[in-house]
């Protein structure tokens, strides 16, 4: 059984550029979360989806945009990068039963230069 | 606000010796509370949650937690430290009525031989 896969796992962009991070859940998980953790930090919200519509939004601004597809799979796209979004991009899964836990994939290493 | 504190960023414990991790939280709206552990480079792994009922509770590599509603804390204890455990632990919560999981900045556990 598959966990939360995520691609790919390290990336280098300049400041400016545009990216896009993939993210599979956990087979039977339907709700795909999105955190950013900075170097020493924990994980911050970026944003939840669910039934392909972002439910939950944490405090990222406007740059930060994501899509869920009817396969439960979600990208991350964040525009017009800054040197301070060079972080570890996690995803998480679960499962649309109350208090499901998340399970989270080994992440995206975002470097910007 | 909601904010959740690890008071230790790194601690230093002998192999075999028992280990006592702290969180507390802030927020008065019930919490569903979660202790994840992080080897690097890596994602995070779920060890142990709590929702509801017994307040001490039993996770994955014979970690456990105890909730004291009026301490505000869920402190993770382990009786004797191997030194696979070495790893980042992150303590988080979960609010009813949010999606959202609010994580603390972490503490680093050193084991030495």
């Known amino acids: 059984d598959a966990g939360v896969t995520q691609s790919p796992t390290h990336l280098i962009k300049t400041r400016g550029q545009q990216v896009t991070l993939r993210c599979s859940p956990k087979?039977?998980?339907?709700?795909v979360s999105w955190y950013q953790q900075a170097l020493g930090q924990g994980p911050q919200f970026i944003f939840q989806?669910?039934?392909?519509?972002?439910?939950q939004r944490g405090n990222f601004p406007d740059r930060f945009s994501g899509h869920q597809f009817p396969n439960y799979s979600s990208e991350l796209n964040v525009n017009a990068l800054l040197l301070g979004d060079s972080a570890l991009y996690l995803c998480a899964s679960s499962s649309g039963q109350k208090n499901s836990p998340l399970h989270f994939g080994n992440g995206t290493r975002l470097t910007v230069t | 606000a909601q904010s959740v504190t690890q008071p230790d960023i790194h601690i230093t414990v002998s192999e075999g010796a028992s280990l006592e991790l702290r969180c507390n939280y802030s927020y008065g709206a019930t919490p569903y509370l979660f202790w994840y552990v992080q080897s690097p480079g890596q994602g995070l792994q779920l060890l142990l949650k709590?929702?509801?009922?017994?307040?001490l509770v039993q996770g994955i590599k014979g970690f456990e937690a105890e909730f004291k509603r009026s301490q505000s804390s869920f402190n993770l204890r382990k009786p004797s430290v191997h030194w696979s455990d070495a790893a980042e632990y992150f303590c988080a919560v979960r609010w009813i009525g949010f999606q959202k999981l609010v994580f603390g900045t972490g503490t680093r556990l050193l084991v030495s031989p």
């Open positions: 989806y669910y039934e392909e519509e972002e439910r």
């Open positions: 709590y929702f509801s009922g017994d307040t």
């Open positions: 087979s039977g998980h339907d709700t």
